[in-house]
């Protein structure tokens, strides 16, 4: 079974940079998984923020980007604001036509 | 506006079932691929189930593979998830979302579903 691993918790400063990443439990991730990126605060629905690895969503700041970082895809936030303060998931799209979620990343602002 | 409207969801006794929908509006519904992602209270989101356009191509996750049903009404703008044999950790909030180019563009408020004794 497919498990998708992200960093459970990363504190950042106002203004900082930090990166997340997403990887596999067995193997590395490519462009050909078109990782997305979703942003979610609590009680509310998720917001795409990346897709295709690297394309930022409609509206999303351009302090946001993706990337492929080793063999992990990877969301940097640059400068960061007190608003990104969420949690950060990424998912996989695998063989099959299947996606997998990544286990989520809370990112702390302070 | 692109909305995205779930209903359906409540409390059921394990075992039993449960048949949720989500109602689009604000694009043309027959274009889109759709999905089902869920999350369970405080844990990260798990996809679900997955609608090509037309209805004739689905997949589903290994945990609902052969419980969970998904469909859709293209003349209603409608999207449903028919869920049997329903199991304490099939509690969760239960999103319906629209498939972008390789992502999930819009998502629902959600809908609880509540498996309990």
């Known amino acids: 079974q497919t498990v998708v691993t992200q960093e459970p918790s990363f504190s950042v400063s106002p203004g900082g940079t930090v990166t997340l990443t997403c990887g596999l439990s067995?193997?590395?991730?490519?462009?050909?998984?078109?990782t997305s990126w979703y942003q979610q605060t609590p009680g509310q629905a998720p917001r795409t923020l990346i897709y295709?690895?690297?394309t930022r969503s409609s509206g999303v700041p351009d302090r946001f980007s993706g990337s492929i970082l080793g063999n992990k895809a990877a969301l940097t936030i640059t400068g960061a604001q007190a608003d990104d303060e969420s949690d950060y998931y990424c998912?996989?799209?695998?063989?099959?036509?299947?996606?997998?979620f990544g286990g989520g990343t809370k990112v702390t602002v302070l | 506006e692109v909305q995205l409207v779930e209903s359906g969801g409540g409390l059921v006794q394990p075992g039993g079932s449960l048949r949720l929908s989500c109602a689009a509006s604000?694009?043309?519904?027959?274009?889109?691929?759709m999905n089902w992602v869920r999350q369970a209270p405080g844990k990260g989101l798990e996809w679900v189930s997955y609608?090509?356009?037309?209805?004739?191509?689905?997949y589903y996750a290994d945990s609902v593979k052969g419980r969970f049903t998904i469909s859709r009404d293209n003349a209603k703008d409608s999207l449903f998830l028919q869920m049997n044999s329903l199991r304490a950790d099939d509690t969760a909030v239960y999103y319906c979302?629209?498939?972008?180019?390789?992502?999930?563009?819009?998502w629902g408020q959600g809908t609880l579903v509540t498996v309990s004794s």
């Open positions: 604000g694009f043309t519904f027959d274009n889109y691929e």
């Open positions: 067995s193997g590395s991730v490519s462009t050909g998984y078109y």
């Open positions: 609608i090509s356009s037309s209805g004739s191509t689905i």
């Open positions: 295709s690895t690297s």
């Open positions: 979302a629209r498939m972008g180019w390789f992502n999930f563009d819009y």
């Open positions: 998912a996989l799209y695998m063989a099959g036509g299947t996606w997998v």
